[in-house]
């Protein structure tokens, strides 16, 4: 499965905005993967920012809760992750991810983009 990720850009203190990833590819049922969104700021380590399971169960990271919501639209094969009161330490390259976990497959999407000015 491939994923495509797009959305970010720049945006001030306390602004939103809404992230994508469309999966596509050949012979795969978006409905059985795992989603994920991470986010990677300049000189840390990728973190873990909200999943969505098959199920529609979701987790969030303790610095973005109440903030952020990751939802998926299956009928689409699309995830969101809306994004509210955006602080500057939200600045990172967010990348969506997939995992099937029966199957042991996972894709990385490209990266997008978020900057949020003081």
């Known amino acids: 499965v491939q994923l495509q990720a797009s959305g970010g850009g720049l945006v001030q203190t306390g602004g939103s905005l809404r992230l994508s990833c469309v999966a596509s590819?050949?012979?795969?049922?978006?409905?059985?993967?795992?989603i994920a969104w991470f986010r990677q700021a300049p000189g840390k380590q990728r973190e873990l920012v909200a999943t969505?399971?098959?199920?529609?169960?979701?987790n969030y990271a303790d610095s973005v809760k109440g903030r952020f919501t990751i939802s998926r639209d299956n009928a689409k094969n699309t995830v969101y992750l809306q994004m509210n009161s955006l602080k500057p330490e939200d600045t990172a390259v967010y990348y969506c991810y997939a995992r099937h976990f029966a199957l042991s497959i996972d894709s990385w999407g490209q990266g997008t983009l978020v900057t949020v000015s003081s």
């Open positions: 969505v399971a098959t199920s529609g169960s979701t």
């Open positions: 590819g050949s012979r795969f049922i978006f409905d059985d993967y795992a």
